[in-house]
């Protein structure tokens, strides 16, 4: 069982690259979510998604895209990189019981992203 | 909308002394508070979450937060700190949707 992993660990992008950041969960949990990690602000969310096919923005979706075509991976894009996307990057998902409220979020190991 | 606000960015603890994490919220509902702590080059772990009943929360490693609605509070504490708890501990609120706001998170520093 090894939760939640992220492909891959640290890159490094020059401005105007794309790529994309894999994540994937093996606890069968219907939400995931995408976050990046900046100093002095905390977490804030990109973009998430609570079922197979569905994605919503989050409070920081400019610049990025997502796709979840399998319930276990959840893809975060980057079009055209740019030095404000240096950040770290974390997914995390939870499991629905349908009440919403109160599930825990488990987190990947990370993405350190460095746009030059 | 929902908001936390840690306001010690660094503590610094003596090995076995007490600790203190401090944690305000804002929301308007009943709220659903969370504690996480992030060790270096790691992603977050969950160390305790409040959302009814005794507002005293008992957590893993031997953490425990205490949820006072007057004050808009929700405070991380440990009797006596060990060298592996420095790590950056970060205080969340739910909001809608599952979604998670967070505070800006507090460095923990332990001397020995």
């Known amino acids: 069982n090894a939760g939640v992993t992220q492909t891959p660990k640290f890159r490094v992008l020059k401005t105007g690259q794309s790529m994309t950041l894999l994540c994937a969960q093996d606890?069968?949990?219907?939400?995931m979510y995408w976050y990046r990690q900046d100093p002095g602000m905390g977490l804030r969310l990109i973009h998430y998604?609570?079922?197979?096919?569905?994605?919503a923005k989050g409070e920081v979706p400019d610049g990025y895209n997502v796709s979840r075509l399998k319930k276990q991976n959840f893809l975060l894009g980057l079009e055209s990189a740019a030095p404000s996307q240096t950040s770290v990057y974390f997914c995390?998902?939870?499991?629905?019981?349908?009440?919403?409220?109160?599930?825990?979020?488990?987190f990947g190991p990370g993405t350190r992203l460095l746009v030059l | 909308a929902q908001s936390v606000t840690q306001p010690d960015i660094h503590i610094t603890v003596s090995e076995g002394a007490s600790l203190e994490l401090r944690c305000n919220y804002s929301y308007g509902a009943t709220p659903y508070l969370f504690w996480y702590v992030q060790s270096p080059g790691q992603g977050l772990q969950l160390l305790l979450k409040y959302f009814s009943g005794d507002t005293l929360v008992q957590g893993i490693k031997g953490f425990e937060a205490e949820f006072k609605r007057s004050q808009s509070s929700f405070n991380l504490r440990k009797p006596s700190v060990h060298w592996s708890d420095a790590a950056e501990y970060f205080c969340a609120v739910e909001g809608n949707g599952n979604k998670l706001v967070f505070g800006a998170g507090t460095i923990l520093r332990v001397k020995s």
């Open positions: 606890m069968n949990h219907e939400y």
């Open positions: 998604s609570v079922g197979e096919g569905t994605t």
């Open positions: 995390a998902s939870s499991y629905s019981t349908g009440a919403w409220k109160g599930q825990t979020q488990y």
